[in-house]
């Protein structure tokens, strides 16, 4: 039962979740817009999540944000699904009904708002490598056709798993699959998005120069020092345009935003706060 003289209650679910940008960023928004809120960042384990967001939902909570490695299950604990939602099988974004939670995935369009806002890159016709067939790269693929581009190249480590990228999210538009090693054949690129998370674990990618078509971009979808080796490489390699996804991660949560509270919040405002930081 919500107790109507406290602000509106919102978290972010992930594990680990200390560091997470969110609660700064969602409290930024509302004090641009005036609007009172507590965002709080609650640590779940996959196997505590479904019993701490009944809890979360108990007290008071109506919308939350989920994060590693939690998305894909809090897309199971759903009632209803947005079609974002059920294409990728995973949920970034949650808003509770009264008979339960309803489940939206942002993240494809944050990343679409970024390129297109931030960067001034027009993604219709464009030719689009997607390195890492994970979580986040299933969450892009629907908003980058529905935003137009021709084509989409998905290239990951374990190559089964690009495969069933491409099989599972085949309506979206023509996706192809390419092997790793075979990264020197696959030709060059108009955005070459990296949605691998191997600069977490200290891996750099080795990955050949003739990816990056003339005044290429290149994004990075972590951000901080994770994005960096892959910036350098493609900067070094003479990419048009190089940046990592902080402005994704704002643009997924103005989408939140707007979702729960029905108002757009200036993003461009909380991302040049981030980077002043
Ligand atoms: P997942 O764990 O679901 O997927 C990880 C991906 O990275 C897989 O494709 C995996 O390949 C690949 N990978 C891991 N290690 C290596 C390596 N050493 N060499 C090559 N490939 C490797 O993670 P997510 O998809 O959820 O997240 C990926 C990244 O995107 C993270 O860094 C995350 O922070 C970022 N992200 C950013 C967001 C934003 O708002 N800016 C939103 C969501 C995610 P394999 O299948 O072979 O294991």
Redesign the pocket.
Known sequence: MSDLTLPPRFAVFGQPITHSLSPRIHRHFAQGLGIALDYQAIEATPELFPATLARFASQGGIGANV???L?EQAATLCLELSPAARRSGAV?TLVRRDDGWFGDNT?GS??VRDLEAHLGLALAQRQVLL?????????VVSALFEAGIAELVVA???IE?ARALAHDLAACGPIQVCD?QELDQAGAFDLVLN???????G?V?ALPASLLGADACAYD???GD?ARPFLEWATQHGAGRASD??G??VE?AAQAFLIWHGLRPDSAATLTWLREQ
């Open positions: 994060t590693l490695p998305k970034n993240d944050g990343l390195l890492g067939a994970g979580g986040a790269a299933r969450g990951n480590r374990s798993r790793w949605a691998t998370s191997a600069a977490r674990q891996v990618l979808l972590s951000y994770s996804g902080l994704m991660l997924q």
